[in-house]
């Protein structure tokens, strides 16, 4: 059983910065990789950033240059999301995700958190 805990959401100004955190734990052999998606009120789900267990990361156009991801997988298996410059459109709730192998024959398979809220207004 795998289980994925986010925290650091909350509510911020326009321009301001948040921090979500991604923390991993239960029967995991291998990741292969972890991300952030985000779900506006009315709109499907979208990906924000991926990085493989490699260190190749993959953002969103609409985030590139304000978020950075960034994963400690050999020690603490989390996922980071550091968010400047924070805008009214990036609120949504976040969901940390998870490709991985829980065990060493088995097949990569995608787990879910239950997300943490993001709100951006004035």
């Known amino acids: 059983q795998v289980q994925l805990v986010e925290s650091g959401g909350g509510s911020v100004q326009p321009g301001g910065s948040l921090r979500l955190s991604c923390a991993a734990s239960?029967?995991?052999?291998?990741?292969?990789?972890m991300g952030w998606y985000r779900q506006a009120p009315g709109k499907e789900r979208e990906l924000v950033a991926s990085?493989?267990?490699?260190?190749?990361?993959?953002y969103a156009d609409s985030v590139k240059g304000r978020f950075t991801i960034s994963s400690d997988n050999a020690n603490t298996n989390t996922v980071y999301l550091q968010m400047n410059s924070l805008k009214p459109e990036d609120t949504a709730v976040y969901y940390c995700?998870?490709?991985?192998?829980?065990?060493?024959?088995?097949?990569?398979?995608?787990?879910w958190g239950k997300g943490t809220l993001v709100t951006v207004s004035s």
């Open positions: 995700n998870a490709a991985l192998r829980p065990y060493f024959n088995s097949n990569p398979m995608d787990y």
């Open positions: 239960g029967t995991i052999f291998r990741f292969n990789a």
């Open positions: 990085v493989t267990s490699g260190g190749i990361t993959n």
